[in-house]
């Protein structure tokens, strides 16, 4: 995934791309660069190696100044991070053009490109889309005209921004499978692959559908669709500030966005609750008669939306009554699997753009899946607009790669989608009435654990010198234990794996020894005798144990165990809490050892790629 950022206007732009960068860096930050169109309508570019304060200090150094022009930062995917390989990218010193996405057909492309004299100078799938551009453009198609043809020769995913010398103050954008939005300002016009790279200039935006260019100069907006008509896109305004994708007092997002979780979870829960129950309509119109037809659940996710996804498995057929079944949507979309009847399809997503649980959503729409539902953090995102029913989760702009507040907003989303499904089947007036008042004591359970964040600074310090980490746990608490494998390997670079603690002696049993530190969280329920005897299998063979315990439970420290106390939790939403202190245990590992919490090597913050 990439950041773009792009626009025309009567002021200088190279700050606003600037600052449009720093915005989108989570999106990618292998290299940044930027190109405008200066007052002798030459193009003028600088591109580095690095994040956006590279290119910062480079144009400080050397000023560009211009009224149009496209900017991106980089997540490599065709070609390392290098110079020659930073987009954007320039075709003969005319055409220059940014692109978040994967030209599938590059190589068929680059060979034909090859053969008509063009010359490469990056290994990317990037500089075929300027050739390819050029090629139109020179022979006498005006810019949107070129851009539109060209775009009819790529395979893939894109979203572009393109500038040409030969039509000064213009800028063309189109997206195909990836993000682009329009930012309508005051006698200007920007482009940007999300809201938050604009927010200091506009908070009015038009999302561009699958297909659309986009005609821009700062005076003159016009899009056409993918059958090249003309179409008014609506306008929206955006509930988004400059300041709430701030870090304010914190040092990193991480730590302000996992201190932003009680009240992103009370924003997903407000005005969806009354009287003991959740209501229905907060599903949307189409709710009661999608749901009434329902008897299974496929959920579709990856990463982080994956372990949600399979905790709400738990909760499905525990308390519902419903048949649920988990899978990451990249092995989805490519085997065949069986699509069951009366099924909802739902997908979980932060940004609603990721590219293999679109591509399962559609690969299903056209199957004939029943019905459709997207759990997202972007309501105007792909996702979002191509399901049937959409619950929103309310986490406010998430920037760290690392996922925290996303995550707790969508387990309790699904737990209130678990709630209005159960109702027609296992769960009654008075377990829904329990489930409802678990959900509204979250907001203060989560600030309670949140207390325990110094504590588990100091435990951070002891992972220092470990380069591995077990996490156990049993029922739902497995796939937080999973979810906390990840987040430690994604930010502080230590190996990290998770197994259900009773499947010990099947072989991770193996690996435990003093060095590597086994983290598990013991919340109070059925499995808790079951979970004492995997502990002290770990005990007896020398290993170290970390326990998140349910305060109520009779887990003590002693001996190479150390116990951090959790406040006492219902059952069903214990998930939900116990996932809070491994977040915080790996910012703190990854803050002593010194890596880079919010944009982690090699990662971005979603995938809009395979």
Not at 421 to 443: D, F, M, N, W
């Amino acid at each position: 995934m990439c950041g773009i950022v792009g626009g025309a206007a009567s002021r200088d732009l190279v700050p606003i791309l600037i600052e449009g960068l720093k915005r989108l860096e989570y999106r990618g930050y292998d290299s940044a660069g930027l190109v405008v169109m200066n007052d002798a309508d030459e193009l003028t570019r600088a591109r580095v190696v690095g994040k956006v304060v590279e290119l910062e200090n480079n144009i400080r150094h050397k000023p560009l100044h211009g009224h149009a022009g496209i900017a991106h930062t980089r997540w490599a995917t065709h070609g390392k991070p290098t110079e020659k390989n930073a987009h954007p990218h320039i075709c003969r010193h005319t055409v220059a053009v940014v692109h978040n996405g994967i030209i599938e057909n590059h190589e068929a492309l680059r060979a034909q490109q090859k053969t008509a004299g063009y010359e490469f100078t990056s290994e990317t799938d990037t500089e075929v889309v300027a050739h390819q551009i050029y090629d139109y453009h020179v022979k006498g198609a005006t810019l949107l005209d070129a851009v539109t043809s060209a775009v009819g020769d790529f395979d893939g995913a894109y979203a572009l921004g393109v500038v040409s010398n030969k039509e000064p103050g213009r800028l063309v954008a189109t997206r195909r499978g990836s993000p682009l939005v329009v930012g309508i300002g005051i006698g200007e016009y920007f482009i940007a692959s999300d809201v938050a790279a604009l927010l200091p200039v506009t908070q009015r935006f038009i999302f561009l559908e699958e297909g659309d260019v986009a005609d821009i100069t700062k005076d003159t907006l016009d899009i056409y669709d993918a059958a090249g008509n003309a179409v008014t896109r609506p306008e929206k305004l955006s509930e988004l500030t400059a300041d709430s994708v701030e870090r304010g007092e914190y040092r990193h997002y991480m730590a302000k966005e996992i201190f932003e979780q009680a009240r992103a979870v009370a924003q997903t829960l407000e005005g969806r609750i009354s009287g003991h129950r959740v209501l229905e309509g907060a599903f949307g119109p189409l709710a009661a008669e999608v749901f009434d037809v329902v008897r299974r659940v496929q959920i579709i996710a990856c990463g982080t939306s994956y372990h949600a996804g399979l905790v709400a498995k738990y909760w499905f057929e525990a308390l519902a009554g419903i048949p649920c079944n988990v899978e990451v949507a990249s092995e989805f979309r490519y085997r065949h699997p069986v699509l069951q009847p009366r099924s909802l399809f739902v997908t979980i997503s932060q940004s609603g753009e990721t590219a293999d649980t679109l591509a399962a959503l559609r690969d299903a729409k056209r199957r004939g899946i029943g019905h459709s539902l997207a759990i997202c953090n972007a309501p105007e995102s792909s996702l979002v607009r191509e399901s049937d029913v959409v619950l929103m989760t309310r986490a406010g702009p998430e920037i760290g790669v690392a996922s925290t507040k996303a995550f707790t907003t969508q387990l309790v989303a699904l737990m209130l989608l678990v709630i209005v499904l159960g109702r027609r089947h296992r769960i009654t007036e008075e377990i829904e009435a329990s489930l409802v008042k678990q959900l509204e004591s979250l907001p203060r359970k989560i600030d309670e654990v949140l207390q325990l964040d110094g504590s588990i600074a100091e435990l951070a310090q002891q992972f220092a010198d470990k380069d591995h980490a077990l996490f156990l746990g049993r029922g739902a608490h497995y796939p937080i234990a999973m979810e906390g494998a990840l987040k430690l390997k994604e930010i502080s670079y230590i190996h990290a794996e998770a197994y259900p603690a009773g499947e010990l002696k099947h072989g991770p049993l193996a690996l435990v020894d003093a060095d590597m530190p086994v983290i598990t969280v013991a919340p109070d329920n059925a499995l808790l005798e079951k979970l004492k005897s995997n502990m002290q299998e770990v005990r007896a063979r020398g290993g170290q144990l970390i326990v998140f315990a349910d305060s109520a439970t009779d887990v003590r420290a002693g001996p190479g165990v150390q116990v951090l106390n959790v406040a006492p939790t219902e059952d069903e939403i214990s998930p939900i809490i116990f996932t809070i202190p491994l977040q915080l245990l790996a910012y703190h590992v990854a803050v002593f050892k010194g890596t880079d919490v919010d944009q982690p090597r090699n990662l971005a913050k979603s995938v809009t790629v395979e």
